[in-house]
């Protein structure tokens, strides 16, 4: 009989509630189903995903590690793609005169604390995505992990809040092709900041 152990994959995801697929009944009963499910079977919870009811987990590390289960992470990608190339790519061409899209940029007031390093390294997910990353979700888990780990609920109620300015921007003035990667990056992370919120609510 092969050792259970060995033979455990890294990740799982399991569905509570939600019509027929789910594996726990709906509501708080079935979130809390699966996730005692997942710890019992020595995995850590590495996600919640609220509007599609799964709960993802990883398998706990034998020894520590550096904490992120990424092939890649994002500080490698600067260095093996160079950081200036990256900021060269990020930089936008600074017109003669001032366009609406730099003024309403220059006039928009950032609320959260969190929100320019978030930015920056959402910044590094859009540049992976549109080089055709195929760890673009699990690299924006990570970043919002890293950047808005432990903050009040207002801040990222105000995080949230800039970064939908800054899609409803790109939209506007930026994006020309109707299969946008940041676009969908931005669609991603303002989904999975709603689905945080909903997580935690203010008690
Ligand atoms: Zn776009």
């Not at 994959?9 to 789910?22: F, S």
């Not at 760890?135 to 888990?141: A, K, P, S």
Request: aromatic content about 6%.
């Amino acid at each position: 009989m092969p050792n259970d152990e060995d033979t455990k994959k890294r990740w799982r995801v399991l569905e509570w509630g939600n019509g027929t697929n789910g594996i726990a009944p709906v509501g708080a009963v079935g979130l809390e189903t699966v996730l005692n499910r997942l710890d019992e079977e020595g995995y850590d919870i590495y996600d919640v995903d609220m509007s599609r009811c799964w709960v993802t987990g990883r398998l706990k590390p034998d020894e520590v590690e550096d904490g992120f289960s990424l092939p890649i992470s994002i500080g490698q990608l600067l260095q093996r793609e160079g950081t200036e190339k990256i900021v060269e790519s990020l930089r936008q061409p600074s017109p003669p005169t001032e366009s609406d899209a730099v003024r309403e940029m220059r006039e928009y007031q950032i609320q959260g604390i969190h929100t320019p390093q978030f930015m920056g390294n959402l910044r590094v997910v859009m540049y992976a995505a549109s080089m055709g990353d195929p760890y673009v979700e699990q690299r924006l888990t990570q970043a919002i992990k890293e950047s808005l780990f432990q903050i009040s609920h207002a801040e990222l109620v105000k995080t949230l809040s800039d970064v939908e300015f800054f899609r409803e921007h790109h939209l506007k003035h930026n994006c020309d092709a109707p299969t946008c990667t940041s676009a969908k990056v931005y669609d991603s992370t303002i989904q999975k900041l709603k689905d945080r919120l909903a997580a935690n609510p203010v008690s």
